[in-house]
């Protein structure tokens, strides 16, 4: 194809400019000036700034910038040419790659993983006092995972009267509370009862709330005393106090034919640890206000000391931030697939008194967050298709050159403080939507 046809025919895809944003702006200000003082006013209060964060921010200012590469797709109908940039499908940084991460997590989970049976949501919290110790060891959250399951098994076996049997379980580790305080806590969503070996399912009896409270607190107390984070004095202290900040909330049952609540609850349980909405970024003053969920509290960062607490809740590079355990474990769902017993209704048994594969395309998710399909012709309406992945940089810069697309002047002075010189030397400043037409879903599970 001639340089002339081509600059002809291609035009790109803009839903959105996430760099025209006051959470962009905030950072992009003042990256420099974060990373310079970290270790002085931050390290003490969050531990030190590890190397990972750093690749994720710089990633995310990266994000939808086709000077970094770009999916070409054509509509086989009338011959239209987009330009479709690549995104940094980065975890609880990036709100539009975290956005889409979500909408899939909760089709796969409802359409995988959990059976028709009833399910309930249930959130294990822990003490103020005892949160840095997770802040400090992140590896210190997949046992406070395991103590949540650990407690729900003990409650559903001894309900069902069996000990052969399981609950199936999804816990989501958070560690973000309003106004973006460290708070690790368990989102789980089990099933409200007990599967046998032959997939049959028995109902359980209302969950004792003040019961899983004791049984979690014990069994986070003696881990933390195994790990040597805390004394037998400290377990004294809290066992004086009339509320030991131990909390476990049980929601209502969720019926099997509730496939709304379902998904939503799948989606609320890894979704964003901030909202851009709530953020109000004041530039001359370098200030953030963030205001509460609920309510018209609000907290006023300065910019760096925001950038730290948002980087408090970035996972480290592989972290596991989702758990399946019991009849919904890996090794379980697994063994079931092998011996094509996974697709199975299972039969459901009161209480006692007392399919293939089917991963969502990146255009799928794009429709059901913004209710736009960007794979559809601008021209003609037809379905456009991806022909090729353009990533080597003379490519990209002379596609972009003859599209008018190309900026090559340095980057503007800084307004407050801007990213180190050398970040920039490719030149290029991001001013496209993030658009990764395709990404691996084990990637961020």
Excluded at 67 to 73: L, P, Q, S
Excluded at 320 to 342: A, H, I, L, P, W
Excluded at 386 to 414: D, N
Excluded at 418 to 425: L, N
Aim: positive net charge; glycine residues 4%; hydrophobic residues 35%.
């Amino acid at each position: 194809m001639g340089e002339a046809a081509l600059s002809a025919r291609l035009d790109h895809y803009r839903p959105r400019s996430p760099q025209t944003s006051q959470y962009y702006q905030c950072i992009e200000d003042n990256l420099e000036t974060f990373e310079q003082v970290y270790d002085e006013r931050f390290s003490r209060q969050y531990g030190f700034f590890r190397p990972f964060v750093r690749d994720v921010i710089y990633r995310y200012l990266d994000c939808g910038d086709l000077h970094r590469g770009f999916a070409r797709i054509r509509c086989p109908d009338c011959g239209h040419e987009q330009l479709l940039a690549f995104s940094c499908k980065r975890r609880h940084f990036c709100p539009s790659c975290h956005q889409k991460r979500v909408v899939e997590f909760g089709e796969w989970l409802c359409m995988e993983v959990v059976k028709k049976v009833p399910h309930r949501h249930v959130v294990f919290s822990i003490p103020k006092i005892l949160r840095r110790y997770f802040l400090y060891d992140r590896r210190l959250l997949s046992e406070l995972s395991r103590c949540a399951w650990e407690t729900l098994k003990t409650f559903y076996q001894c309900a069902s009267g069996r000990t052969n049997t399981a609950p199936g379980a999804v816990i989501a580790i958070q560690t973000f509370g309003d106004l973006l305080r460290f708070n690790p806590h368990c989102h789980v969503l089990v099933s409200d009862g007990c599967f046998y070996e032959t997939g049959s399912f028995k109902l359980a009896p209302p969950p004792d709330r003040k019961g899983l409270e004791r049984l979690f607190r014990s069994k986070v107390l003696n881990l933390l005393l195994a790990k040597g984070k805390i004394t037998p004095g400290t377990i004294t202290l809290l066992d004086s106090w009339k509320h030991t900040g131990f909390t476990v909330f049980c929601g209502d049952r969720i019926y099997p034919n509730d496939d709304t609540a379902m998904e939503n609850l799948a989606r609320y349980i890894i979704r964003a640890s901030f909202s851009q909405e709530r953020m109000t970024y004041l530039r001359d003053e370098a200030t953030v206000v963030y205001r509460a969920k609920k309510g018209h509290e609000t907290k006023t960062f300065d910019a760096c000391e925001w950038l730290a607490a948002m980087c408090s809740h970035i996972p480290n590079q592989g972290e596991q931030m989702v758990r399946y355990y019991g009849y919904y474990s890996n090794v379980c769902r697994g063994r079931r697939k092998k011996e094509t017993t996974d697709d199975a209704i299972p039969c459901i048994i009161k209480a006692d008194a007392a399919s293939p594969a089917r991963r969502r395309s990146w255009a799928r998710l794009i429709q059901k967050i913004y209710e736009v399909d960007p794979l559809t012709c601008p021209k003609c309406k037809g379905a456009m298709k991806i022909i090729s992945f353009i990533e080597q940089a003379e490519v990209i810069k002379q596609i972009l050159q003859h599209l008018g697309l190309w900026q090559a002047q340095k980057r503007p002075p800084p307004k407050i403080n801007s990213p180190p010189s050398e970040y920039w030397a490719a030149e290029a400043i991001p001013t496209y939507d993030c658009i990764d037409p395709d990404y691996p879903f084990e990637a961020y599970l």
